[in-house]
């Protein structure tokens, strides 16, 4: 391995501000969950973290939990080996699980905060995250607990931003009270699920927060598993990650058999239609439909090969095909819209008018 | 009528704290909405709050939207002809929808909240309300803005508490914040809707509040629009408030046609059989199980004659009666028990465990 | 006269937010300046401001200097006599140069803010104006003294809210610092020149100040006191404003004699040919194109009779008229646009990314 | 290379403080900007900053872009092989543009503020630097997360304080107001252009900040990039510096030729003239005037050779030769003196009098 450092060359793609801060996150993003150093381990982690820097990613995410901190070893090892230079990464990892069954080996106590981000970055051999990620809300702790600690490791240098993961509104609004009231770091960003069949969260409960404290979101299953890459179109394909992960999916899988999930691989029947129309895979058009979303700022995708890495990455070609007309044409097959805030029936404001939120 | 003011006797009717604040309401209360001030006016509304005061109902509660105003004015009147003690009442009005077509008619922004309190107090002829209540959440006023607001109305006087209704959890959140961080105060109640078949808002989207800020709860609808009084339980009478009123609760009727409404009908007719088998209405069963929720402060009571006060108040003697044992078994006829919070496995706290919020 | 209050109806006319606030206001207004008590007084301003009303304008602005008091008289007397409901209009004026000569017959001091305000309410007739607005910066005064008296206005119950006139960015921004390290009330607009000649300060200075505080902006001028008309397009009438005011805008008629002033003529000459392509005058087209600025709050128009409040109306008809194209053949004429804000080579964000402002 | 470390004396260099800070600056400090590490490396930059510190000059600055780190590099190690007391120096160097094509590259995101800091220090073989500077604004970035970061900088001990470059007054106020809401370090000086054709910032625009703030300037380019030494009078010799870095200052040079730039020329003769007068270089002149300048704190010097330094200090012995007379000629010549604030007719105040700012 020389020590030349490769150099980082964002290609095409597109770039955004983490939320309200001044980190730039790529569109697309990379994640360990359920792959890397779980079901892929060795030189196809290498490969396919290659062939994503390769291709305008520099953001990489894992955590704690993910094999068990296997993907965090994983991961750091590959880092290292493929000698990439640290200011032109991003990388973040999670907390909340933990290891271990001890009471106070998890949750987002100020012991777990503090030591689990010393293990994790142990496990991935750096100095420092550039995020890290409360992975739940944990209602037994107070929030000045939380926001106290990871200021405290913000502080320390071991992450220069901190977020959440699956935070309700109230609770993110909480956090940052805490961190207004306290002269604390609030969190700049969430990360939750996001695709055309979970939309409520991120599409109507969040918008306060998006306005108010400018939160931006790194999105994770935008595939929703797999459904919305059109694989499960005629069934349930036996090599398929719903067939190999049948404990982790058996929900998804047996929602599949139920009108409601034969109703979503009608949808999903509709958006293969026009997704070859637009001369594009059902996935990437999934994909850049919650890039496109002006509130979020990455999409997580998960990979099991390299091919599926530039695979996906079609999804930046897809971006400028969605237009106005395009996305109508998306609600129409998906009927899912969530609804705007109820206004009470306050004057509407003329097209120019901006609601506080 | 005489000068000699009528002492007030609280009977049997258990007193409760305002959530947090120091303010004594009845657990039950008597509420103008549709009723007073609308379809009754004149003697019979004077009948009916003096039926109320002599069992034990001190606190009325009204709305700047009640009837167009008319419910002030006639609550104001009877208050005023009845003689009864300034001092030994509870007085609320709430402000949201104006009058009038004005941009500024209505909402939350300080030109209303200021004028719109001026103006219910001169249609009830009082110089001050106990408590003031945001009748919904305003998002397209700054949150500053309104806690400012009803801060200056209760510092000039005009109001000694303020309270809110049907605000989400994230919008409580947030006065919370601007309160505590700019010193001012915050409000202390929910006028929520909370019935049998209306539970997920109050009892479990408000959980953190309750705890963290003692938030209490002054309940609208808890009889379901007189669902839960059995009456609908063989058809629509033509008598009833669905039928008279079949614009507003156009909707609602419409649901009960449907196969969940029938599905509530069903549940409603095995709580007339435990009714019964309790001794009691089925109203005051479903009274008293609003009543029995220790974040309820007080229930709201409409009421058309001064017997259905009478009728309604024998929801008092119900409350002993939920026992753990007959609480198990209406959870086991509504089967709509919220979820409780999601811990995401952290280990379960013991029996005296509080959790942080 | 009747008692009868007339109702006010907005018939087409859009409403917008002052700023981040809860007021909301016509996108157009009628203010006062140079003509109501000044050149027109008597039955004439009745007309205007009857006229007004009836065409959806409840915003009236003023100011203490406006001809040296007559304007807030004749204002305050038109708006009584015509019985028009308080709490449907909005009431504007200004503070600054006050009357008199004394060293503190003016400025921003505590005194002359507090006095300034009780004398202004007093020649009005009022008990209070919706926005006080500080008519200059004063240099002389220690923002926090300006920022506490205008806190104390509003706490006294004289205005709902206050604002600014011509202040820079850097004044704005300290007032804001102040309002939020004291917890006071910060002002919510900012009533600035703007007009297709004058674009600096509205569309590039202050472009921090919409986005982080959510300013609006009332503008006054929007016409280029007239040049914008297309009245002086060959020449300079007997009976216009600049003639008749000959001394106010000497420098403003020596200006248009100069080249750049010809240059600026001969730019009013090709927008009245794009005027009439659109089927509208030169006004209703410099009027829409202020209006139409996501940052503008409202347009105050000057008028000295009711034909010309029912005239520049006609910029209602015009906004949905100024397309992207429109607006960019504007751009082609005047030649003016101010430059964005300079990013120093940091790597541009992608359609959907949100500078911090 | 002895171990004896040489003893700084200050000759007959003035000292200030570096704006309301207790750091003592020279008069005249010496920078690297396309020179140090750039056109001149080697032993060239040792003979430079040697006679230098012998003629009184213990500032050095320099930048993590000049000369794409070559700068830091060169003086670092210039510095150490000198072996000047640590203590005794004072260096400075600014932060914004960073290196390489990566989107968190550069700018002042709190990932390039740290990431940047340290490489510099590295690249200097430093431990810290006295002031750490922002090169530039940057709107990307909320001005909380770059107040903090520097903060966090400065708690590290990475450097003693930190200041700006280039930032408006808007920008500065901003700073301030973050900096003493969240109790944090605020910016002590302004590193910004100042010299005899560039005066509207340093003199006007930042006049508020430097009586509230106690700001103070290190100015750059105050020869304007030469043409303030007169060595273009009779046009552009072939060895400077317009003519060797052609491409930079390519509209520098443009701008020399229309009549505005023919007609600064024409005022540098007869600075030169002035200059002659008292016995003394048009260059020595126009630094003088900027030192003279009660809100500079240090004028920043560039030198291509050991000879340039002891010329430029020349300008020492020219600040006692401005008096107000002479400075009454230099701003007949310049004709360009900023306007005074504007006071709106506001009464002046007494000779003693100051204004709020």
Request: proline share 6%; with cysteine; hydrophobic share 40%.
């Amino acid at each position: 391995m020389s020590n030349e450092q490769p150099v980082f060359d964002p290609k095409n793609m597109p770039f955004r501000r983490l939320g309200n801060s001044g980190l730039r996150v790529p569109v697309f993003s990379l994640g360990g969950w359920l792959t890397l150093g779980g079901t892929v381990v060795g030189d196809p982690v290498k490969e396919i973290i290659k062939i994503a820097w390769e291709n305008g990613i520099n953001m990489f995410d894992t955590a704690e939990v993910y094999a068990q901190g296997k993907s965090e070893l994983e991961m750091g090892r590959v880092i290292r080996e493929l000698n990439l230079p640290r200011h032109e990464l991003v990388i973040t990892t999670k907390l909340f699980w933990g290891q271990g069954k001890s009471p106070n080996a998890g949750g987002l106590s100020r012991k777990h905060i503090i030591e689990g981000t010393q293990a994790s970055l142990k496990r991935m051999g750096l100095d420092y995250v550039d995020v890290i990620f409360a992975h739940r809300p944990d209602v037994t702790v107070p929030m000045e607990e939380i926001v106290r600690a990871f200021n405290y490791v913000i502080e320390k240098g071991w992450a220069f931003y901190w977020a959440t993961s699956e935070w309700s509104a109230q609770q993110l609004e909480e956090a940052h009270h805490i961190a207004s009231k306290l002269n604390l770091i609030a969190p700049i960003a969430e990360q939750c699920q996001h695709h055309m069949f979970h939309r409520e969260r991120p599409e109507k409960e969040y918008l306060p927060l998006y306005s108010k404290y400018g939160m931006g979101t790194t999105t994770w299953s935008s595939l929703a598993s797999g459904l919305l890459t059109g694989k499960y179109n005629n069934g349930i394909p036996e090599n398929s990650r719903f067939a190999q992960h049948s404990d982790f999916f058996k929900n998804t899988v047996a929602e599949l058999q139920k009108p409601e999930g034969q109703e979503k691989i009608k949808k999903v029947r509709e958006l293969t239609k026009l997704a070859e129309e637009l001369g594009t895979s059902t996935a990437a058009l999934a994909l850049a439909w919650v890039a496109r979303n002006p509130n979020t700022s990455t999409v997580i995708l998960g990979a099991t090969s390299p091919e599926q890495v530039v695979e996906n990455l079609k999804a930046i070609e897809v971006l400028p095909k969605l237009t106005a007309e395009v996305l109508e044409r998306i609600e129409g097959i998906l009927q899912n819209k969530p609804e705007a805030p109820n206004l009470f029936g306050r004057p509407a404001l003329d097209t120019f008018g901006r609601p506080a939120y």
